[in-house]
Nanobody, 120 residues
Framework: QVQLVESGGGLVQPGGSLRLSCATS????????LRWYRQAPGKERELVAG????????NYADSVKGRFTISRDNAKSTVYLQMNSLKSEDTAVYYCYGRVYSGDGYYDYWGQGTQVTVSS
């Protein structure tokens, strides 16, 4: 059973930092790229960052380039999102996502989300 479980969200002041974690299970972690998305109130879910299966390929939304860093630890089956210089507009629920082959095809898997609130 594929599972993605986020943690690390919370309340932080503008300019502060947080590190989100997404612990996974139920699939061969090292074979798949993974992504972080976020959804702010009243807005559509948007892609924040993605990382390839080996960790050498990453991509970011323009709004977070230079501030956020995605990484992965294949030994721990965990993907991370280091968020620095946080702004109020980064406030959202952050989700971990993976498209994984399971049984008879590829399926989309999401974590339950973790709330990030940037406020003074």
């Amino acid at each position: 059973q594929v599972q993605l479980v986020e943690s690390g969200g919370g309340l932080v002041q503008p300019g502060g930092s947080l590190r989100l974690s997404c612990a996974t299970s139920g699939f061969t972690f090292g074979l798949y790229g993974l992504r972080w998305y976020r959804q702010a109130p009243g807005k559509e879910r948007e892609l924040v960052a993605g990382i390839g299966s080996g960790g050498g390929s990453t991509n970011y939304a323009d709004s977070v380039k230079g501030r956020f860093t995605i990484s992965r630890d294949n030994a721990k089956s965990t993907v991370y999102l280091q968020m620095n210089s946080l702004k109020s507009e980064d406030t959202a629920v952050y989700y971990c996502y993976g498209r994984v082959y399971s049984g008879d095809g590829y399926y989309d898997y999401w974590g339950q989300g973790t709330q990030v609130t940037v406020s003074s």
